[in-house]
């Protein structure tokens, strides 16, 4: 048995698909989109149904992936029942994709989610609806598991002799006879075709073109012509209208309000959280708390993994670590390059892994609790005027912001942009800003090549980066990720008390998707980083005589035009497995700072920071990248975007510097 | 006039949704609709967006993309100072609703006359003096 779970955004569908389905569930993407498809299982009575949680919408038009997502599948999958989530406590609206749903589909449950909030603004007649509908209506509070055992009942036994949304007699007349022609075609159901039809829904339109069926569409042409001259409006609106008013007479219906007028607490608080000048030092505030938060937290979780895999070092000597260990025990029965392989190359890439999901797993609560409790529809609210110029509604600033933490959460967190083009915009400016690994490199070549003023220096590479991502991002919005693909019409949801259970299951999808996914491309890159930096078999790791030192000797006289060493290069092309490593690196070519001073002049070394402010970005991120969108394509030119961006700056600082003949 | 030109605290009654595809079809589904009322609730620290209450929500919109919404404006009935004689627009509720206001006298179209303002409030109608409560008033609009 399937059953599909579809709703308004935010009326807690995957709450109840998770009371549901518990932690049999599995979350993908939908084919060709990133948006998120989650699918579980559960058992009622020892029958086995399968439930799919469809991406929120408020209607089923043909202008948002979700909303082409959520009908294709109800028309082609043909599940069993539909559960149409409705938050009760905003009934009309939420009764509007009813009435749409109606048309799609006979075997509707309809759940009156948020019951709890609904009953303090009106008293709803849950018999009467039912018997209006001729559909089971269960009322439920999602996040307490009420109404669940219900609806699973119902979803076994319910009774379905569902109520037909009815149009005026001179537009069912007109919907007939197109019914008729298409029911020759064969598709179904043919009620609600012939409906898009007539309103000229784009993609039913096409599919009847390619049917050839191009009588339909004259006809279907003409008769909205005369229905749009007799209602004296467009289609849409005429259409549109007539469905809202079955809405909003059925809400009348069954709904008596109370308490009209009053104040809310969260129109208190918005006048606070969204105020004209405390507003976005809030925000700022916020933002900030946050992130001492998650940073002073896992820094401690990370130096644990750390030490437990690679062991640390102290005055009186190497203490072993997980990769030293095992290296030395599997040494026994192996050949050393293999052992070598196992655990200098993929053990350390688990470790490296590892090391990145307690950060994950923090942010994500995080950012889940932000969500969950509606503060992050305030921070659109509130930035968006800025964020629009480089083409990001307002929640777009909340992964360039984590950017500077750690460019893979960062990336994951694009998903709070709902639009698609938004997040792709957003993802390829991402690993553009400097994260915490870059910023600490940085700070320690500055202290190095410019002690007398480092800071300087820094904040020179941190407002760089701020402003060639205003810039590309406002280049890119009117170029390559030209336009929105959807409006942007963004619902400011009441504040709620987010549930431990919602942020955990969150936070669990986001590490455990991490982990899996792209974790085996980091593991693999670390693999493939040990052939390169190891071979020919017998060098010493990294150096010179490695492939990777082969590498950057060969490629050293490009280099100098963009002011970088063959050492600096090695570095580079360790710093792609993860960024801290570059310091790490220069001490074991150089041996010590003085030496790694006297290795570069300072507008070389001004150089080197500009290429790694922008080069590819690491391996984690890279594997992230690829693993949201999908496109390999799309990853690739984000790391040519980087290099791109890394040679030009170094390049034409170079070049300036020298011809100035000021950088000796 | 345009939604977009209404202020915080004023309300509007849809008369026109334009634009065309994306815009106009998500407008419509959030039930932005002739003859539905809209309140100003707040403008955005940098000026956009909106934050508009409609059927009992809140949504945030862009300038440009109110700039597609044709409105009237109007005054809920609890906003009317006294002394002041005003035109119903319209009556935000099911038919149970608009028959008791009908009963006082306060129908569509009607003038009436404001003589204690809100809450509760005298109002004078064609059928005599009503006392008209703070929830009542709320659901009567009038220009
Ligand atoms: N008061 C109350 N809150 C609820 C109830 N059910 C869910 N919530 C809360 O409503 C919010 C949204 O719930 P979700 O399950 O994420 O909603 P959704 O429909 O999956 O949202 P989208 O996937 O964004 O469309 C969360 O903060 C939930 O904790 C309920 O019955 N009562
Ligand atoms: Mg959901």
Known sequence: MLVALAGNPNTGKSTIFNALTGMKQHVGNWPGVTVEKKEGEMEINGTRVKVVDLPGTYSLTAYSMEEIITRNFIIEEKPDVIVDIIDASNLERNLYLLTELLELHSKIIVVLNMFDEAEKKYSIDVAKMSRILGLPVVPAVGIRGKGIDELKEKILRGKFNPKKVEYPEDVEKRIEKIEEKIRKLGFEPARWYAIKVIENDVEVVKKIKDKGARDILHLAEHLRHEIEDIYGDDIESVMTSFRYSFAHGLFHEVAEPINVGGVTITDMLDHVITHKIFGIPIFLAIMYLSFQFVFLVAAPFQDAIDLLFNGKGTVSGHIPGLVDLSYNWMVTFMPDWLSSFINHGMLRGLGAVLTFTPVIMLLFLILSFLEDSGYLARVAFLMDSIMKKMGLEGRGIIPLMLGFGCNVPAVMATRTLKDEKERKLSIALNPLIPCGARIQVFAFLSSIFFPSNPALVLWSLLILSMVVVFVLGFIYSKTIFRGRSEPFVLELPPYRMPTMKGISIHMWEKSEGFLRKAGTIIVGAAAIIWIFAALPWGVKYGSPDSYIGMFAQWIAPIGTAFGLTPQAIISLIFGFFAKEVVIDVLYVLFGSKDAILASMTWAQAYSFMLFMLFYTPCVATIATIYNETKSKKFTLFVILEGFILAALFSFTFYTIVTLLGVGA | ?143
Do not use: W
Not at chain 2, 1 to 14: C, F
Not at chain 2, 75 to 89: A, E, M, Q, T
Not at chain 2, 122 to 135: L, P
């Open chain 2, 1 to 143: 006039m345009l939604l977009s030109e209404l202020r915080p605290g004023e309300y509007g009654i849809v008369k026109k949704i334009g634009g065309s595809g994306a815009i106009h079809r998500r407008l419509l589904s959030m039930g932005l609709l002739p003859g539905a009322i809209v309140r100003v609730v707040r403008i955005s620290p940098f000026g956009d967006p909106i934050e508009y209450e409609i059927r009992g929500f809140f949504i945030s919109l862009r300038k440009q993309e109110a700039a597609n919404v044709e409105v009237d404006k109007i005054v809920p009935l609890s906003l009317v100072p006294g002394n002041s004689d005003v035109r119903v627009i319209f009556i935000d509720g099911g038919v149970g609703f608009v028959q008791n206001m009908g009963a006082m006298g306060i129908a569509v179209g009607k003038i009436l006359k404001v003589i204690k303002p809100c809450c509760p409030m005298q109002v004078q109608t064609e059928r005599g003096i009503f006392t008209v409560g703070r929830g009542m008033a709320y659901r009567v609009f009038v220009r």
